[in-house]
């Protein structure tokens, strides 16, 4: 089971790669926008970071505390999303201590949803809603962790393989055309990251 502190404990990991990441995350978000995601990365963690002691056992509201952190350190669009995600599984999650692994992928679900209506993208945009769609689909009847991992990393990998080769279609990222054929999206490359550090402390 998820808990409070299992989250306290992944947000230190979380924090610590986002921090060793920020430049590889900057150069690739260089190539198709801003080039700000790795800063926009550290600062929402370094936030939560700020507040992790204080996070209550309620998980839906330390899911809801993770989110107002974000949102009050960036104003960027990829930290918007993150929030919206949190946010909605803080809805559905509040009053209760713990998340069961077979939640895991109702719950992508639930942020899916919310992401993409804020967002305004479509899956097959070539986004992260792409890799969160997978990793929803690899968590269905999952209640063995090992396996759950195993099969949220195989989805990431391969969604990232599938999208490399394809063209950007939303957001600043669509204005470079064909120039974005051949690169990873900086979102889904920031989300394989996440997710890496939060596997290498399990």
Same mark, same amino acid.
Request: hydrophobic share 40%; proline share 1%.
């Given at each position: ?20 990441? +920020?430049? #590889?995350?900057n150069?690739?978000? @260089?190539?198709?926008?801003d =080039? %700000?995601?790795? &800063? ?59 998340i ?10 639930? +942020?899916? #949803?919310?992401?993409?209506?804020? @967002?305004?993208?479509?899956? =097959? %945009?070539?986004? &992260? ?11 269905k009847n ?17 969604t990232m ?6 063209q ?31 596997? +290498?402390?399990?």
């Open positions: 089971m998820i808990s409070t502190e299992s989250i306290q404990s992944g947000i230190k990991r979380l924090a610590q790669a986002m921090e060793q990441s +920020a430049d #590889e995350l150069t690739a978000d @260089g190539l198709l926008g =080039g %700000d995601l790795g &800063v926009t990365m550290i600062r929402g963690f370094r936030q939560i970071l700020a507040d992790l002691e204080t996070l209550p056992e309620d998980i839906g509201m330390a899911f809801f505390q993770c989110a107002k952190a974000f949102t009050k350190s960036s104003g960027s669009s990829y930290g918007t999303l993150l929030a919206t995600g949190m946010m909605a599984i803080a809805k559905v999650k509040k009053g209760q201590t713990g069961e692994l077979e939640e895991v992928s109702g719950l992508f679900d639930i +942020a899916l #949803e919310a992401m993409q209506k804020r @967002g305004k993208a479509s899956l =097959g %945009d070539k986004t &992260v809603l792409d890799v969160i769609a997978a990793v929803r689909d690899a968590s999952q209640a063995e962790g090992q396996g759950l991992l195993d099969s949220i990393n195989q989805a990431i990998n391969d393989d599938q999208f490399r080769n394809r950007s279609q939303i957001g600043r990222a669509r204005i470079f055309g064909e120039k974005s054929i051949g690169l990873d999206d900086p979102g889904m490359l920031a989300f394989k990251r996440m997710f890496e550090s939060l596997q +290498a402390g399990l």
